[in-house]
């Protein structure tokens, strides 16, 4: 791939970390998308700058899709703007200033008006949380809550820390999850192989965020991606077994980051069981990455796709195919004569 754009909207030459992303955003991130959201901000300054992919993999020692990937997670939270022509190429990254809890919930952020987008939806963290240690204390004191922190305990299988419990007191008293939905969502995070109070966290923002508040609508939405899970395990020929995590994560991405329909997904986990032998996640990934790139959004496109690598290919094979040539030996470098062998014979006889 080629070069690309980076610069921000920041002041100055200097690399600036909000506290707000520091707080928001990085602990539920992945550590290397992390590394990336940096080392890309480091080089960005008010006029632009020029990175290539390939140099940014090399210093991270990872692929050019992990550091595509990690680029699509960012702009997905709205921190920074991705663009790719119409080749799939990426040509610019655009840091946005990253506003308060407060200032989010504003008609016009900055981001929007760059990017032309629909107000995004509430979001929720706690570093706007207003849990004061007397508010804390109150709620401790609530049965409802003591019995939550207690069930949370015994699904865990721990004693729960200080900073445990505020997060889920966050989630409970400010994000406005009831007692029961909590319950389930821990059960729910924990059944899924998770501990993680980050997790937890994570599933129970977007549940708020999609405005799921019964016990009832959680398990439709769990209920929903576990069919689809188990759709692209069949697709592999996965049987009999819950997804990994890892797994999980690959198909959280095809569905959600690249959009696919399940039958796309389907036709990339054949393909990758037939060229491979065997169920390769990463593999399935380099397909759907490329189909992402090259705009598929329907299987009719992939047969396009299909039939225009074939044309080439053919095209490619009679090219190269060696040309009928006139057969040559050391015998046909000499003058070739004609006897007339009944003439000869009676020469002989006459002798």
Not at 202 to 221: C, D, H, M, P, Y
Not at 229 to 242: E, Q, S
Request: net charge neutral; proline share 3%.
């Amino acid at each position: 791939m080629g070069q690309f754009e980076v610069y921000n909207s920041f002041p100055g030459e200097f690399t600036f970390i909000s506290n707000h992303f520091l707080d928001r955003y990085m602990p539920s991130a992945n550590g290397e998308f992390v590394k990336i959201y940096l080392y890309l901000l480091r080089h960005a300054c008010q006029e632009k700058t020029l990175l290539e992919l390939s140099s940014i993999a090399d210093v991270f020692n990872c692929t050019e899709a992990d550091v595509l990937r990690a680029l699509r997670y960012w702009k997905k939270t709205g921190i920074l703007d991705v663009t790719f022509d119409n080749k799939g190429t990426l040509t610019r990254v655009i840091f946005y200033p990253i506003a308060s809890s407060e200032e989010s919930f504003g008609q016009n952020s900055l981001q929007e008006a760059a990017a032309g987008l629909e107000t995004p939806k509430e979001t929720f963290s706690p570093s706007s949380s207003t849990l004061t240690p007397d508010k804390i204390r109150a709620l401790k004191g609530n049965d409802e809550v003591r019995q939550l922190l207690f069930i949370a305990e015994q699904y865990l299988g721990k004693t729960l820390t200080p900073t445990d419990m505020e997060t889920l007191l966050f989630l409970y008293d400010e994000v406005g999850l009831s007692a029961e939905l909590m319950e389930y969502l821990i059960e729910y995070c924990v059944s899924k192989g998770s501990t993680s109070m980050a997790y937890i966290k994570k599933v129970g923002l977007a549940w708020a965020e999609q405005k799921i508040v019964t016990v009832n609508q959680a398990k439709e939405e769990t209920n929903l991606y576990n069919r689809n899970y188990f759709t692209i395990l069949r697709a592999f020929g996965i049987k009999n077994r819950n997804p990994l995590e890892k797994e999980i994560q690959y198909m959280n991405l095809w569905m959600n980051q690249y959009g696919f329909t399940l039958d796309i997904i389907s036709e990339a986990c054949s393909r990758t069981v037939l060229s491979t032998g065997k169920a390769s996640f990463s593999y399935a990934d380099s397909i759907l990455e490329s189909w992402f790139k090259k705009g598929v959004h329907h299987l009719s496109d992939i047969d396009s796709l299909d039939q225009s690598f074939q044309q080439k290919k053919a095209a490619k094979a009679a090219d190269s195919k060696p040309r009928p040539t006139q057969t040559k030996n050391k015998f046909n470098n000499f003058h070739q004569r004609n006897y007339n062998m009944a003439e000869l014979e009676k020469q002989l006889l006459g002798k």
